[in-house]
């Protein structure tokens, strides 16, 4: 009973904003493979979701495009990090394969010619998990590992009739049980045993659906997985159907949020509903922070691919030792140092920098407020609740950009709002907000939301007071009024009173009279 107790706490801890619980992932995407059939989403998939883990709090350790050697080294990272954590989750995209219902990730220079290469040319998922079992109280695995992989097959032959049937189409079931945690969630972007799509576009269609969903506010991973189920069942014609094992004691959420105030949907005048908060809450504040430093960090990294210099990959390497894009740097600088391309797309700018010895990309960046176009993604990661949409709507009124009613439902007339605040501050114009952008149109309107919060308040006391001495006065009047009615009753009656004993009393002395006369 008292186990049962703690995992429940644990599970309602896990649920809590970021800054409450210590929240660790592994993000891994290989698809530069260099012996087998190369994939185009794997590494896309893992940037998208590295960035998307560490807008909810995550502290993300990530490999893109990594050696046996490399997966090594990365796992060891994470498993440092996993230890006690409330929350620990593995995101995988790339190759892999089942042998005798073991699931295997496949490095990028994995070279599978016999039974011997499982052991020294894969790194076993069971491996993984055994490092997020560590005192970790809910664990979440995600595998878009199912795709079609030449080197099962070719393992296969090599292993002759007798033993190639312990190879496994896509990937073998794992169960939860055998986790060792009670707070667990398995998703594979198919069923096991099946085959799942790299995809058309950036990403796969089981990528595309979760980075879509998992940060959705107040949404518990069980019902994130149950949109992710149906997204990719669409998206695949019915031909793909994500797998999920799940064991939780209560609902799991990765986005967690709680108003901050009650509804708010007057203008300045109407004081009947409730006056909105004047700051956001703390969880979607840190979550906002976070979503603007991977804006920056990817705009880091899209500037020094463009300069494509050794000096600019130094220079992100520098200012992001653990970044996302850490090891497609290093790879790049080999590339460059071994002088199979041109060292530079820009030669005077490298110049520069070699000159000055000074890593000028970091320090001279377009600013990530107008460089960065907003879409309905960097918008939804932002994790606004009605409330607030609500207060933008009114910030954008703030800035004379009038949007109309603040509803929190961002209609045509708010798009058409916010693409000419984008326009008059120099921003691309979208009609979507970024997190850079909020942060913009948050300082910009600090005095006058606040000024307006004022007066909303202000307004709304008044009308409590003066509902309160309408009240007053109506009980008062109300009190009297029952008095005065109580008298007259009271006179009514008395005088009733009066004249009956008067009339009995006339009665009653003739008679008596009458009486004594007779006798004398």
Request: charged share 20%; glycine share 10%; net charge neutral.
């Amino acid at each position: 009973m008292f186990k049962h107790l703690i995992a429940v706490l644990v599970i309602a801890l896990a649920g809590t904003s970021p800054a409450l619980a210590k929240r660790v992932a592994l993000v891994l995407g290989n698809g530069a493979y260099e012996h087998t059939v190369a994939l185009p989403n794997p590494a896309n998939d893992a940037e998208v979701m590295a960035g998307k883990l560490r807008g909810l709090g995550f502290d993300v350790v990530s490999g893109m495009d990594q050696t046996y050697s490399d997966m090594r080294r990365t796992v060891m990272e994470f498993a440092k990090k996993a230890y006690g954590a409330d929350i620990a989750v593995l995101f995988y995209a790339g190759h892999g394969m089942q042998i005798a219902g073991q699931n295997l990730l496949i490095p990028v220079d994995a070279r599978i010619e016999d039974e011997t290469s499982i052991d020294f040319e894969t790194i076993s998922v069971d491996f993984i998990m055994r490092q997020m079992s560590k005192d970790v109280k809910v664990q979440m695995v995600f595998l878009d590992a199912c795709r079609d992989n030449p080197l099962a097959r070719t393992l296969a032959r090599r292993m002759g009739p007798s033993r190639s049937g312990s190879v496994g189409t896509g990937l073998a079931e794992i169960k939860v049980q055998e986790t060792g945690g009670e707070g667990s969630v398995i998703a594979f972007s198919t069923s096991p045993g099946d085959v799942a799509l790299d995809g058309e576009g950036s990403n796969s269609p089981f990528t595309s659906a979760l980075i879509r969903h998992i940060d959705t506010p107040n949404a518990s991973i069980q019902t994130v997985m149950t949109r992710v189920t149906g997204d990719v069942y669409d998206a695949t014609e019915k031909r793909q159907r994500p797998w999920v094992n799940a064991s939780l004691i209560g609902e799991v959420f990765l986005n967690k949020q709680t108003d901050a105030g009650t509804q708010q949907v007057a203008g300045l005048g109407d004081t009947a509903k409730t006056a909105p908060q004047a700051t956001a809450p703390a969880a979607s504040a840190a979550a906002t922070q976070s979503t603007i430093a991977w804006e920056r960090e990817k705009l880091v990294w899209n500037t020094v691919k463009e300069s494509d210099t050794i000096a600019d990959y130094e220079a992100y390497l520098s200012a992001y030792p653990e970044g996302t894009f850490k090891n497609f740097a290093r790879n790049a600088i080999k590339r460059l140092q071994s002088g199979t391309q041109v060292a530079s797309r820009n030669s005077t700018a490298a110049d520069q920098a070699t000159e000055t010895g000074v890593a000028t990309t970091a320090t001279n960046l377009p600013d990530p407020q107008k460089s960065v176009a907003g879409t309905a993604d960097t918008e939804a990661s932002i994790g606004w609740n009605r409330t607030a949409r609500r207060e933008v709507q009114t910030r954008l009124n703030l800035t004379g950009n009038n949007v109309g009613r603040p509803d929190g439902a961002f209609g045509p007339k708010t798009r058409a709002g916010i693409t000419t605040w984008q326009t008059q501050n120099g921003l691309v114009p979208s009609g979507y907000f970024t997190a850079a952008q909020y942060v913009l149109l948050t300082s910009q309107t600090e005095a006058q939301y606040a000024a307006y919060v004022a007066e909303v308040n202000r307004k709304r006391a008044a009308a409590a007071a003066a509902k309160k001495t309408r009240s007053s006065t109506t009980r008062a009047n109300t009190a009297t009024n029952r008095n005065q009615n109580t008298r007259q009753q009271n006179n009514n009656n008395n005088g009733g009173n009066t004249a009956g004993a008067a009339f009995m009393g006339g009665v009653v002395g003739g008679i008596l009279g009458g009486a004594i006369g007779s006798r004398y």
